[in-house]
């Protein structure tokens, strides 16, 4: 992948739900830089996705969740296995999100690979928590959050990177909160999750209820992911841009 004819391009590792509707892989974004490389989220199956999207997962630097259900974090126990035996990496990684990311990482990983992680990893991981009254400044991008409404049993955030001179904002999984126009103002491309067509189900966002709000949001490019069966089955007909699995985006 090269990034020269473009400050920073983001790859659409994974744009599914939960249930891999329409065979999507969950939800996965790679973003790079000249100089760095950042995930949003990495869902179970997003070690899947860098094989398929040619993504070297020894070249990310840091990766930041949205919040703590399996199809958006749940790749990094694989992640970091792959680090250990595959990769043999030795350069360290930032996790970054929510309270309770390390703690919920560290039991994914223990239940799914008893004893490896007490062996040790072979290179360091980091974990910063993000808190909605503070900015992040790590590895040249500066990250903020804004609370969104999804459950889960720990914070959900929408989050907001700028990094390359380019600013990302991504709603998570999040029903209508008046956060979204905050998150994706001045944003250069703003992905939000969309799960259904025309009903209402609780923490997810629905295509009408998009349309009904879209000129509220100051962004340059407004794109959607994380569809249901209901919405794919309507995804020829939308005046709103979803995304696919493996498409490429120059900012």
Known sequence: MNASDAPLVVTCV???????????LHSCYHLMS????????????STAGF????????????????????????????LLLAGKYLHRRT?????????????????????????????G????????????????????ARIRCVPVVHGGGAPALGIRVEMAGRIVSYSGD?????????????????????FNYDQAAPGHLDYLTLMHEKERFDTRRLVLTHPGPQLLGRAGALELELLHDGARLRL
């Open 14 to 24: 994974g744009t599914g739900d939960a249930f891999h509707s329409g065979g999507r």
């Open 121 to 140: 990893l072979g290179f360091e991981v980091t974990y910063r928590v993000l808190n909605p009254a503070a900015v992040l400044d790590v590895l040249g």
């Open 34 to 45: 000249a100089d760095r490389q950042f995930l949003l989220d990495c869902g179970g199956s």
């Open 174 to 194: 999040t029903e209508w909160t008046e956060q979204l126009p905050i998150l994706a103002k001045g944003s250069d491309l703003f992905i939000c999750e969309c």
């Open 51 to 78: 094989a398929r999207c040619g993504v070297d997962p020894e070249q990310i630097d840091a990766l930041i969740v949205s919040h703590l259900h399996g199809d958006h974090f749940g790749g990094i126990p694989y």
């Open 91 to 119: 350069r360290p990684l930032l996790c970054i999100g929510p309270d309770g990311l390390q703690r919920r990482v560290e039991q994914a990983f223990t239940a799914l690979y008893p004893g490896v992680l007490e062996e």
